[in-house]
């Protein structure tokens, strides 16, 4: 059988004083309890762009005004693939916050740990926290 896969849109939310904003996943979620880059699934006919806008109004509140593709990974599991699209959010409108009453903070960018990741965002984590 063929593995589901999918395609997935993750905002790095940095400030002017190079601190980031992440996320909690929810404990009865895939790969509950890790931090994350706010996110979500690409829907139908949607560009990863246009994804990561929508599900951060959604997720986090804030309306993105710049942001930059930093990198495309492709992860295997074994129950599906998955590719994320990792954006640089650089501009945005309003405080980010979680939503949808998920545990939110923001982490200077060098204190980023890829362990309290999920596998397939550590190594965009090693790259942010690498000098």
Same mark, same amino acid.
């Given at each position: 059988?063929?593995?589901?896969?999918?395609?997935?849109?993750?905002?790095?939310?940095?400030?002017?004083?190079?601190?980031?904003?992440?996320?909690?996943?929810?404990?009865?979620?895939?790969?509950?309890?890790?931090?994350?880059? $706010?996110? *979500? +699934?690409?829907? #139908?006919?949607?560009?990863?762009?246009?994804?990561?806008?929508?599900?951060?109004? =959604?997720?986090?509140?804030?309306?993105?005004?710049?942001?930059?593709?930093?990198?495309?990974?492709?992860?295997?599991?074994?129950?599906?693939?998955?590719?994320?699209?990792?954006?640089?959010?650089?501009?945005?409108?309003?405080? $980010?916050? *979680? +939503?949808?009453? #998920?545990?939110?903070?923001?982490?200077?960018?060098?204190?980023?740990?890829?362990? =309290?990741?999920?596998?397939?965002?550590?190594?965009?984590?090693?790259?942010?926290?690498?000098?």
């Amino acid at each position: 059988m063929e593995k589901k896969h999918l395609h997935i849109a993750a905002g790095i939310i940095k400030d002017s004083n190079d601190e980031i904003f992440i996320t909690q996943r929810r404990a009865d979620s895939h790969m509950g309890g890790f931090w994350e880059f $706010p996110g *979500g +699934k690409l829907e #139908q006919g949607e560009t990863p762009e246009q994804a990561l806008i929508r599900e951060l109004k =959604e997720e986090v509140g804030i309306t993105v005004t710049h942001c930059e593709l930093l990198e495309t990974i492709t992860h295997e599991f074994s129950d599906r693939n998955i590719t994320l699209y990792f954006y640089l959010v650089d501009r945005w409108k309003n405080e $980010p916050f *979680g +939503k949808e009453g #998920q545990p939110y903070r923001w982490i200077p960018q060098t204190e980023l740990v890829a362990d =309290e990741f999920p596998p397939a965002n550590r190594s965009i984590v090693n790259l942010l926290t690498k000098d």
